[in-house]
């Protein structure tokens, strides 16, 4: 007697176990990574960028601004992320770079580069604007 009671406990427990078996296989699935769709052109193909970076580690630039961290500006890619390329964008924000600015980013002053040309300006925010997305 106390036999068939231990067997048919054990028979019990085996499908138990058997249907929470099946259920958990199911939880396990994970969704599809998209790396693929999401990878962005790699901006150094752009002779844009080349330049660009250049003239940046020339100048002063990089002692108040990283790619990806807030020094005592904000970082590039945050730039990158806030303004469009467009040529009105990348014309206004070389005009901040030569005359300095503040007030967009918290009340910390952009010293003025007034050595700089319009143009070299205007690269060195082409190059900025390249770090988008990335
Ligand atoms: C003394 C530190 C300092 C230096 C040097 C500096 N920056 Fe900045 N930069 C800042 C700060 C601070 C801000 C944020 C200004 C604001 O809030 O409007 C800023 C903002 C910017 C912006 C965004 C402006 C906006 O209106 O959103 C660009 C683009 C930029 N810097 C490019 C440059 C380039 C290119 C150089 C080199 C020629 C340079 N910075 C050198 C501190 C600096």
Request: proline share 5%.
């Amino acid at each position: 007697m106390k036999q068939i009671l231990f067997t048919s406990a054990v028979a019990l427990a085996l499908i138990a176990c058997g249907g929470s078996g099946t259920e958990s296989k199911e939880q396990v699935k994970e969704e599809p990574k998209q790396e693929t769709a999401a990878a962005p052109a790699v901006p150094s193909d752009n002779p844009d960028y080349e330049k660009g970076l250049a003239l940046v580690a020339a100048s002063d630039c990089l002692t108040c601004h990283k790619v990806d961290e807030k020094v005592n500006g904000p970082s590039y890619r945050d730039v990158a992320n806030k303004y469009e390329n467009t040529e009105a964008n990348v014309k206004m924000l070389a005009g901040k770079v030569i005359k300095g600015g503040s007030g967009v980013w918290g009340e910390v002053l952009m010293t003025p580069h007034p050595a700089l040309s319009q143009a070299d300006a205007e690269q060195m925010v082409k190059y900025i604007l390249l770090l988008k997305n990335n």
